[in-house]
């Protein structure tokens, strides 16, 4: 087969996990597309497959070993001709895939996503090309936001966590290439950019020896059409006066922060090995929500981890229903070997994590209704993210609103909408997954 032949291949890709694992995927579309092959979106139209896999739980394993199996039985009908599985995975799995997933023609480690082009021509014996680095990407999600990926890695060794095994050492993106990615996004449309890492609240540090993470945003600013800067996964030891202030009195930063907290009793912070006590947690919660009202505040929390007491599980229930977070998402337990919990005593029982989890959730729901209704009748301007054909409605998210991981906005228009576009929506009702309103 020649180079020709082989840009005539048609490539389609499945996402699997996180967005910043999504991130490299879009590179790696990227390199594929500047090759000259097409990206199309239905793996039955493809040649190629990628699945880009997550390994971070159980959960995420079983979702990708199930896509997997999936893809090779589309392999051994003939829909298509190579199968490739990248992310996370094959990188926390690397002996016996082969053997488990006889179809699969590659497992990519995470250091090999810039070798993808010459990873393909090897697989259909075509000599390897001299590629030069590139930093296009093949977005993922509508053009209205991006996510803009500044480190790689964690240094913090939480015990619950696999991600510093699978993904090594916190290392920074140097900031010229974070400029110049960003540049590029903004100049294809994007609005928003969500800078997202690991830990987002330690960049710069292994790099220049201080903390840049006022000093990239500052840069990012610049940048002439971009909208909004949203920070994803910042570390509660790390925020402080200085980086709220700065979010407040930067007009593109969106008033907005999210920072996993995982639990408020000290002694499971302790077992966790977070590097927050119980009263810096809470101190940091009374900080934002009274000197910082206009801050939206998200949070994660796990339930069910070992040694977690009913008197405990309580205690996190009252400080969410003291503390009236925002935003809230919530993971029962997930006992991951190579991690200092999988080695930890008093586990709880699935039945006891579930309960638990259900409960936490309909409290959350009840605190986020009684929060909802503060937001109807006011007006917000919104970043159109798409049209859904079966409701014939818009939707959107606003600066108060991560996409994807928030409730969203939905409006009516008379089609003369685009993607990108910034509107003003009124807030009417909230239906328990988005806001409904009308144009202003």
Not at 209 to 228: A, F, H
Not at 362 to 384: C, H, M, P, S
Not at 408 to 426: H, L, P, Q, T, W
Request: proline letters at 3%.
């Amino acid at each position: 087969m020649t180079k020709e032949e082989l840009k005539s291949k048609k490539l389609s890709a499945i996402s699997l996990g996180c967005d910043k694992n999504k991130v490299g995927l879009e590179k790696m579309l990227g390199l594929v597309a500047e090759y000259g092959m097409e990206v199309v979106a239905d793996v039955h139209e493809a040649d190629i497959v990628i699945v880009n896999t997550c390994a971070f739980i159980l959960p995420a394993e079983e979702e990708a070993v199930e896509t997997i199996i999936e893809m090779e039985d589309l392999k051994s009908k003939g829909v298509i001709e190579k199968l490739i599985v990248s992310g996370c995975f094959p990188e926390r799995h690397s002996t016996g895939l082969e053997h488990n997933f006889p179809q699969v023609d590659k497992f990519m480690r995470l250091r090999q996503n810039h070798e993808i082009i010459n990873i393909i021509e090897t697989l259909y014996g075509v000599e390897r090309s001299k590629l030069k680095p590139s930093i296009k990407r093949v977005l993922t999600s509508p053009k209205s936001y991006a996510y803009l990926r500044i480190a790689d890695g964690c240094n913090n060794v939480c015990a619950f966590c696999t991600i510093p095994r699978i993904r090594g050492r916190y290392q920074s993106v140097p900031m010229d290439e974070l400029v110049s990615e960003a540049k590029m996004l903004v100049d294809f449309g994007v609005k928003e950019l969500i800078l997202v890492a690991q830990d987002t609240s330690r960049y710069g540090e292994d790099l220049y020896g201080r903390n840049c993470l006022i000093e990239l945003c500052d840069k990012l600013s610049k940048l002439k059409n971009l909208r909004y800067i949203r920070i994803h996964y910042l570390y509660p030891e790390k925020v402080n006066k200085q980086l709220l202030d700065y979010i407040m009195t930067n007009p593109k930063m969106c008033k907005y922060v999210d920072i996993p907290l995982q639990h408020i009793d000290g002694n499971i912070l302790q077992n966790m090995r977070r590097r927050s006590n119980e009263q810096q947690t809470r101190d940091l919660v009374t900080l934002i929500k009274s000197d910082y009202p206009e801050i939206k505040f998200r949070s994660t929390f796990i339930v069910g981890y070992p040694g977690e007491s009913g008197t405990e599980f309580k205690k996190l229930c009252r400080f969410l229903k003291e503390s009236k977070l925002d935003y809230v998402g919530f993971f029962p337990y997930s006992r991951e070997p190579n991690t200092i919990a999988y080695y930890q005593k008093d586990k709880i029982s699935k039945f006891i994590k579930m309960r638990r989890l259900k409960k936490v959730e309909r409290l959350q729901n009840e605190i986020f209704a009684e929060l909802a209704a503060l937001e109807l009748g006011k007006t917000y301007d919104v970043l159109v993210d798409g049209f859904d054909e079966a409701s014939g409605e818009y939707y959107g998210h606003s600066e108060a609103l991560s996409p994807n991981v928030d409730f969203g906005v939905r409006f009516v228009d008379n089609g003369s909408c685009n993607i990108a576009d910034i509107v003003k929506v009124k807030y009417l009702d909230f239906d328990g997954s988005d806001f409904k309103g009308d144009l202003v």
